[in-house]
């Protein structure tokens, strides 16, 4: 019921590799029905704002039948992504990877030297891209939450994706084609995960495994083992797989393991793959043995016991109940492979005045997404930093941007999808030159609370 938006012909779109400092150059023609942008998800892009691609902000959109060239340096190396920033269309497919590769000089020879071996670097065939794929534009609406208690989507899961391909819980393994990621015995592979969903997060494991994490976010970090890796939408982590010797995969009789990635609801959805060992010859596992590999692959959850946890990374909450049996790696305990210099880290003094809070709402009581009690659904007309020094253009953005934001009281639930003064455009105007603190947050009002 729903149709995917493809990049040359797939989607995912394909997989971009350069090497640091290297100029990237992408000529997109846009033959959708509306406008389209490509966000390059990860570049910093200083000195080169206008090509970081959010329609409305830094660019117009592309309009149909239309054509831009986004040039820009890749100086950011790691694993990073690009994806449409206009309406919906992320989620319907329009996203790729982009991998910037480290020079092979002291950066992967320190990781290396760490760990003690070698490992193969192949970004055209190790890297996974999740999506959480509805199959309609408007998807059913059912509050689903995780072990402690918090709201993990207001809408019913459909099925997972990664690298394009997945199946719906209710369709036989043999009606789907789930993607393949091969590997060879006695050896280490460097596995690139990129979470491109909208709003479900993934717990990502392979079975009779274990990850080592070795970057998030294209930062290396100090290597750390663990048996599941948490990633929410945008995120991106860098792991090594140490592979079976091949007197293990003998013995086993198996050469084929299930990559699963479950949702973190009470009630788990997942998104599948397969990794497979190539003992010789290279024929890569097909539908009909899908279940088969499912059933004899023993996933990591048995072998988290009371006296021997499991170990996650990157929860969203403090601890998992006692009952999952796994311990929680909060992303700051990661420590940067190469940290930065005190001398390149901001060294400021932010009084009260210069500290700016947003506190986002996102499907509130009316489906829509808000920030300060300001729906976001009205975009301004020129793009903001297309406009400094026109001044038609800043006028217009003057009329519609949010009046009274300092009033708290100004928007409710029933005015903030009509009112003028609620839907519309935030804008914080800030002088040239000053240090500013931002705090951001998603923190709901609590219902207990009564007027005194």
């Not at 084609?177 to 709003?199: C, E, H, P």
Request: charged letters at 25%; a negative charge.
């Amino acid at each position: 019921n729903r149709l995917f938006i493809a990049i040359n012909g797939r989607a995912p779109g394909p997989t971009l590799i350069v090497n640091k400092d290297q100029y990237i150059v992408v000529n997109v023609i846009n033959k959708l029905i509306s406008n389209t942008s490509i966000h390059w998800h990860g570049m910093h892009q200083k000195n080169s704002h206008w090509m970081d691609g959010v329609e409305h902000v830094t660019q117009y959109g592309i309009p149909p039948d239309g054509s831009f060239t986004y040039i820009f340096q890749a100086i950011q190396t790691g694993t990073h992504w690009y994806h449409s920033h206009s309406e919906d269309e992320r989620s319907r497919g329009l996203f790729g990877a982009l991998i910037v590769k480290e020079q092979q000089d002291e950066l992967i020879e320190q990781v290396q030297y760490d760990l003690g071996y070698f490992f193969e670097d192949m970004p055209e065939q190790h890297t996974l891209t999740l999506l959480d794929w509805q199959d309609e534009d408007k998807p059913d609406k059912k509050d689903t939450f995780s072990p402690d208690g918090a709201e993990v989507s207001p809408f019913v899961y459909w099925s997972g994706i990664i690298n394009g391909k997945g199946r719906h819980q209710e369709v036989p393994y043999t009606e789907t084609r789930l993607s393949i990621f091969t590997v060879s015995s006695d050896n280490t592979y460097r596995f690139r995960l990129i979470g491109a969903q909208s709003i479900f997060a993934y717990r990502v494991s392979v079975d009779e495994h274990k990850l080592i994490v070795i970057a998030t976010d294209g930062a290396l970090v100090q290597p750390m083992e663990v048996d599941y890796i948490i990633i929410h939408s945008g995120e991106r982590y860098d792991f090594l797989l140490k592979t079976k010797t091949r007197s293990e995969i003998d013995n086993l009789n198996r050469e084929n393991f299930m990559i699963r990635a479950d949702t973190l609801e009470v009630e788990p959805h997942f998104a599948e793959a397969i990794l497979h060992y190539d003992t010789g010859s290279n024929v890569e596992p097909k539908s009909i043995q899908y279940e088969s590999i499912k059933d004899s692959s023993i996933p990591v959850s048995s072998r988290c016991t009371e006296t021997s946890h499991c170990s996650v990374l990157n929860c969203p909450f403090k601890e998992y109940n006692s009952s999952y049996n796994v311990d929680c790696i909060h992303i700051h305990q990661l420590k940067l492979m190469f940290p930065e210099p005190d001398n390149n880290l901001p060294d400021v003094q932010v009084g009260e005045a210069d500290k700016l809070f947003f506190n986002f709402g996102f499907e509130g009581p009316k489906g829509s997404s808000s920030m300060n009690a300001r729906n976001m659904k009205v975009l301004p007309s020129y793009p903001l930093s297309l406009s400094v020094g026109n001044t038609n253009r800043v006028q217009r953005i003057n009329e519609e941007e949010c009046k009274g934001i300092e009033n708290s009281t100004v928007c409710d639930d029933n005015s903030i999808d009509n009112a003028d003064e609620c839907a519309c455009v935030h804008i914080r105007k800030i002088e040239k030159d000053l240090s500013i603190q931002m705090v951001l947050s998603t923190v709901l009002p609590n219902e207990t609370d009564t007027p005194e």
